[in-house]
């Protein structure tokens, strides 16, 4: 296909019959127009194939536009395998054994996305999304930092020193974890004392009297916080308490169903197993359905994050409910607000969390 030769705005501006300045109010502040202004406008720009001009915007505002999202890499992740051949047939698979891992892990990362997505939207950006695996993280990262405005980087993503580097040239928000510095925004959950309140009424409301925790990650602040209000929980009680930790590994189903069917098949059971997320809990669930174990009658299961799944499982598991989505929207708020102040002090900000009961622990 021949390429024809880009319009410009002043084109735009002149079939139109707007000035170059409303066409830019269009582009990028549709709001302040009026209706009918700006569907006059966006029809010219479609019919002539207009598309705006990213270093005169940066030249005009000394901004892109864009604010960016960086999220983990999943380094254990399988290469996809080779595609397949164009016209190559339909395949019918058997797929009645699965079972287990039919959910992918990053329901989370989507609920944050997805926040962080409507919240640039709505402040007049476009959100740039970039996954730092390493061993390319780094020049991913200084990628990224160099096409957005501000970038909001979730907790374990990337090193300390790159964090610093970033934040020198541009303003920097860390989601979840702790905040791990005094000049760099953060906004997170309150991870501890969701997992206080779950484990506390479990042993005071439901009795129990043993407890498993399902760790994730060693190096997740989440999953470290996430252990220390489960520990201090059992500490905190008047009641005599035994508590396990295992796993310390991913925050994947995958990973659940592994830990669960070793914990069944050495009949290691407690009353209770506290998994430090959802997607390990749903992977236990998975585990104690194939070897017969039931859920609530053998054992009472528990997860953390409140993903969709989590409530339309069988049963539907008890959780710790975090405002994901909140929290992709308060970062861009933050990059937004930086923008506009950069020498506004530094904003830590730490969400509430639900407990939601549900049928796993009835």
């Known amino acids: 296909m021949k390429l024809k030769k880009a319009p410009t705005?002043?084109?735009?501006?002149?079939?139109?019959?707007?000035?170059?300045?409303?066409?830019?109010?269009?582009?990028?502040?549709?709001?302040?127009?009026r209706t009918s202004t700006r569907d006059r406008v966006m029809s010219v720009v479609r019919e002539l194939g207009y598309l705006p001009s990213g270093s005169a915007r940066t030249l005009a505002s000394r901004h892109n536009g864009i604010l960016g999202l960086f999220l983990p890499g999943f380094d254990g992740i399988e290469e996809p395998g080779p595609a397949a051949p164009a016209n190559s047939g339909i395949t019918i698979i058997d797929d009645?054994?699965?079972?287990?891992?039919?959910?992918?892990?990053?329901?989370?990362?989507?609920?944050?996305?997805y926040g962080a997505e409507l919240e640039?939207?709505?402040?007049?950006?476009?959100?740039?999304?970039?996954?730092?695996?390493?061993?390319?993280?780094?020049?991913?990262?200084?990628?990224v930092a160099g096409h957005v405005d501000g970038l909001a980087v979730v907790s374990r993503t990337v090193e300390d020193e790159l964090l610093h580097h970033v934040a020198r040239r541009i303003p920097l928000v860390t989601v979840a974890g702790a905040p791990e510095f005094d000049t760099i925004d953060h906004?997170?959950?309150d991870n501890e004392g969701g997992m206080h309140a779950l484990v506390s009424h479990l042993i005071t409301e439901r009795g129990v009297r043993s407890?498993?925790?399902?760790?994730?990650?060693?190096?997740?602040?989440?999953n470290l916080q996430r252990l220390h209000g489960f520990s201090r929980a059992a500490k905190d009680s008047a009641a005599e308490v035994r508590t396990e930790v295992t796993g310390f590994g991913d925050f994947t189903q995958e990973r659940g169903f592994e830990l669960g069917l070793q914990l069944i098949d050495n009949r290691n059971l407690t009353d209770v197993l506290v998994c430090g997320n959802d997607q390990l809990a749903l992977g236990v669930l998975d585990a104690c359905a194939l070897r017969g174990?039931?859920?609530?009658?053998?054992?009472l299961i528990t997860g953390f994050d409140g993903i969709e799944a989590a409530r339309y499982s069988s049963p539907p598991i008890t959780t710790v409910q975090q405002p994901m989505a909140a929290l992709g929207?308060?970062?861009?708020?933050?990059?937004?607000?930086?923008?506009?102040?950069?020498?506004?002090?530094?904003?830590?900000?730490q969400m509430p969390v639900s407990i939601l009961l549900r049928q796993s622990t009835a």
Do not use: C
């Open 9 to 33: 705005v002043y084109d735009v501006a002149e079939q139109a019959g707007v000035s170059v300045a409303t066409v830019s109010r269009v582009l990028y502040k549709p709001e302040a127009v």
């Open 293 to 299: 174990v039931t859920v609530p009658g053998d054992v």
């Open 211 to 222: 407890l498993t925790y399902f760790a994730g990650p060693e190096d997740s602040p989440d």
């Open 120 to 143: 640039a939207w709505h402040k007049g950006f476009a959100l740039m999304i970039a996954a730092g695996r390493r061993p390319s993280q780094e020049m991913m990262l200084n990628n």
């Open 96 to 113: 009645t054994a699965s079972g287990n891992g039919s959910l992918r892990p990053t329901t989370y990362f989507h609920e944050v996305l």
């Open 187 to 189: 906004v997170s959950v």
């Open 329 to 349: 929207r308060e970062a861009m708020r933050i990059l937004a607000a930086r923008l506009e102040e950069p020498d506004r002090p530094t904003v830590f900000t």
